[in-house]
């Protein structure tokens, strides 16, 4: 089994919060981890949201397979695995504060998986709202199915309806800048667009599988992860791709996906 070492017990658990919010949305979800260039890339994909959602951590060496780790793994073993390397588990212990981590044995990837983000070519793309104006134009997309919603009359209150609605509203773009609410929706709901937090122990998630998978609901919102964000939000794009990068992980959406949102706003 092939084990990784984090530079950072924080960023430990704050993957294991962003898989607990995967868990959240798929129980049975999955993730393809990729390592280089002294990091960690951790790619997910919230079902309701039809976007991928990526999240990094800082690797404190060259751990991992020659060449670099690249497999898809279940999200519920890797949460595990992370909560076992935190301070209190049996991998503590580690003099520069890192986190050794034993990654899960490969799984068989969902199609999403073998389509991923260039790594390079990113140019940023003027205009994007900042993280108040982006929260602002959200709530106001959530308040507007609501009233549709309400508006509708009994025999047309079905979830075919309520989805067309949902999937008008969500896809749409941010002030002109080509980026779909969903997306910006996704980020929001996976904690992206959170203001920074002051240093403090971060939450973790319960231990094992089914405590992680039950507390899914609570941990997602109750997370205070200590890492300090060091990237600004912007809004890049590389080929049909675009990309919402936030200081803790990005949203990527393809440009030439038809958008849809099969969820109701909540």
């Known amino acids: 089994m092939t084990a990784l070492r984090l530079a950072d017990t924080g960023e430990a658990a ?28 951790v790619f997910g994909r919230p079902a309701p949201f039809e976007v991928l959602a990526i999240r990094t ?10 060449g670099g780790l690249d497999l898809t793994v279940s999200a519920g073993q890797l949460a595990d695995a992370l909560d076992a390397a935190s301070p209190s588990g049996p991998a503590s212990g580690d003099p520069d504060g890192g986190a050794s981590v034993r990654v899960p044995g490969s799984v068989t990837g969902p199609p999403w998986a073998g389509v991923l983000p260039p790594r390079t070519g990113w140019r940023q793309l003027p205009g994007l709202p900042g993280p108040e104006e982006i929260r602002a134009a959200l709530a106001a997309a959530v308040a507007e199915f609501r009233t549709r919603d309400a508006a509708l009359p009994e025999p047309r209150r079905t979830r075919a309806e309520r989805d067309r609605i949902g999937r008008e509203i969500w896809s749409r773009t941010l002030d002109g800048t080509g980026l779909p609410l969903r997306a910006a929706h996704a980020a929001q709901s996976l904690g992206f667009l959170r203001p920074a937090p002051e240093r403090a122990g971060p939450v973790r998630p319960a231990r094992g599988g089914t405590a992680v998978r039950a507390s899914a609901t609570a941990s997602a919102t109750a997370v205070a992860p200590r890492t300090v964000p060091e990237e600004p939000l912007a809004l ?17 959406v393809r440009g030439s996906t038809p958008p849809g949102l099969p969820l109701t706003p909540v």
């Open 57 to 66: 951590a800082r690797l404190a060496d060259a751990a991992g397979r020659p």
């Open 236 to 252: 890049l794009a590389a080929g049909t791709w675009l990309r919402l990068r936030t200081p803790y992980g990005s949203i990527a």
């Open 14 to 41: 704050d993957l294991a919060a962003f898989l607990v919010r995967l868990i959240h949305y798929d129980r049975a979800a999955a993730v393809r981890l990729q390592t280089g260039g002294g990091l960690l890339a």
